[in-house]
């Protein structure tokens, strides 16, 4: 692929590609394939809206499994175990009308009570019953 022209170090050296970048949170690490624009001159990364949404799924897991909250891929279980729609979730854990697709995309973390509720719901489902999704 052809080689641009940083526009850090102004090298004809940079090109996009995926390549491994460690990400760190709370004294853990994680390596991801990170798509991007790398510069082999100076080694500076520039990672457009796309190339952070290639990852931020993975990377919300990492967080949330840090924080013990449930992951991406765990909402979305609990959810479709309790046979909830993405709007019936918010309106008994809280959130705006996007906030499960949020969730589980990995574009925001879970709230822990939210988190929570959908752990303690999900060890007894008959639960469900009890709580308030509103007027
Ligand atoms: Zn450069």
Known sequence: ??????????????S????????????????????GAYCDACDE??????????TRKELAAFKATIDKLLTPDEIKAARKALRLNQGEAAKICGGGKNAFSRYESGEILIPRAASNLLTLLMADKSLLDLVSTGA
């Open 1 to 14: 692929m052809a080689k641009e022209v940083c526009p850090l170090c102004g090298a004809v050296a940079m």
């Open 16 to 35: 996009r590609r995926t390549q491994a970048m460690s990400y760190h949170y709370k004294n853990h690490s994680i390596v991801v394939q990170q798509p």
């Open 45 to 54: 990364s520039i990672l457009d809206p796309s190339d952070l949404k290639a």
